[in-house]
């Protein structure tokens, strides 16, 4: 989200009039705490300070307008050496950073959310049906046995993902529109694709709020359920994100929009 040169201007001004940092006595919690609306969930406990970049902003410093409040320079020589600067915050960019609990003149994590948001996808292959109840040594030794044509032809990658849109709203990559006949003959079976609605940001964590609609047969109508995937961001550039889930990292590159994204997913159902 780039801001207009007026806003800019107002920015410098503000900091040639800033005379020192703001305090914060404001603990950092990393517990989720998720409270059940009629829409989605609201994510509570977040103790990240949101605002633009601001020029003087460098490798060492981070100068941030919060969305309340004057503009504040901080030391982020401890999250630039911990490797904790994600992405590359440009004037004029949305950013969120978490102040150390310890002296509130440091950041300990920063974050480019403008250049987070986006498409991002990654390779999926599917199984063959006979072997998605099988280990993972036993699917190994029966794919080795399984005719070449045959995985050319039915094992074919799809791109799978999410995109991160304004207003904390996210949408599914990978959906792919198919009969169930189609489905039924089909010898493989690719991993579910879940229904990403939202996302928010938990104390320098990326947090995905997935939903489908259950149905109350006693009230006879379609109430949400929720499923929310708590993510820490190892890295992010132009063209690339890590995220790790668990223990385990998942490496995702950035599609053009998720419609494209879509229709390669598409492209590949029909040829297969």
């Known amino acids: 989200m780039k801001?207009?040169?007026?806003?800019?201007?107002?920015?410098?001004?503000?900091?040639i009039a800033l005379g020192g940092?703001?305090?914060?006595?404001?603990?950092?919690?990393?517990?989720?705490?998720?409270?059940?609306?009629?829409?989605?969930?609201?994510?509570?406990?977040?103790?990240?300070?949101?605002?633009?970049?601001?020029?003087?902003?460098?490798?060492?410093?981070?100068?941030?307008?919060?969305?309340?409040?004057?503009?504040?320079?901080?030391?982020?020589?401890?999250?630039?050496?911990?490797?904790?600067?994600?992405?590359?915050?440009?004037?004029?960019?949305?950013?969120?950073?978490?102040?150390d609990p310890e002296d509130s003149t440091c950041v300990t994590m920063v974050i480019n959310l403008d250049e987070l948001k986006g498409t991002w996808t990654y390779p999926v292959m599917p199984v063959m049906k006979d072997l998605q109840h099988m280990s993972r040594r036993a699917q190994r030794r029966m794919m080795a046995h399984i005719d070449d044509s045959i995985k050319q032809n039915f094992l074919i990658p799809r791109e799978y993902g999410f995109t991160l849109k304004r207003s904390h709203n996210a949408t599914a990559v990978g959906r792919v529109m198919r009969s169930t006949t189609l489905e039924d003959d089909s010898p493989v079976v690719?991993?579910?694709?879940?229904?990403?609605?939202?996302?928010?940001?938990?104390?320098?964590?990326?947090?995905?709020?997935?939903?489908?609609?259950?149905?109350?047969?006693?009230?006879?109508a379609r109430k949400p359920r929720y499923s929310l995937d708590t993510l820490d961001i190892i890295s992010l550039n132009n063209d690339s994100l890590i995220l790790m889930q668990n223990g385990i990292r998942y490496g995702y590159h950035r599609k053009q929009n998720a419609m494209e994204a879509n229709k390669e997913a598409q492209a590949k159902a029909l040829k297969q």
């Open 3 to 15: 801001i207009h040169f007026s806003i800019v201007y107002l920015c410098l001004t503000a900091l």
């Open 21 to 99: 940092c703001k305090k914060s006595t404001e603990k950092i919690d990393d517990q989720t705490d998720v409270m059940m609306t009629d829409d989605t969930p609201e994510i509570k406990g977040d103790s990240m300070l949101y605002g633009l970049s601001c020029d003087g902003t460098s490798d060492s410093v981070v100068v941030i307008w919060p969305f309340h409040g004057d503009p504040i320079t901080l030391s982020a020589l401890d999250a630039k050496s911990e490797g904790r600067v994600i992405g590359k915050p440009e004037i004029g960019d949305w950013i969120g950073v978490m102040l």
């Open 190 to 220: 690719y991993p579910e694709v879940k229904n990403y609605q939202k996302w928010h940001m938990l104390n320098g964590r990326l947090v995905l709020i997935s939903g489908n609609y259950m149905r109350n047969v006693t009230a006879k």
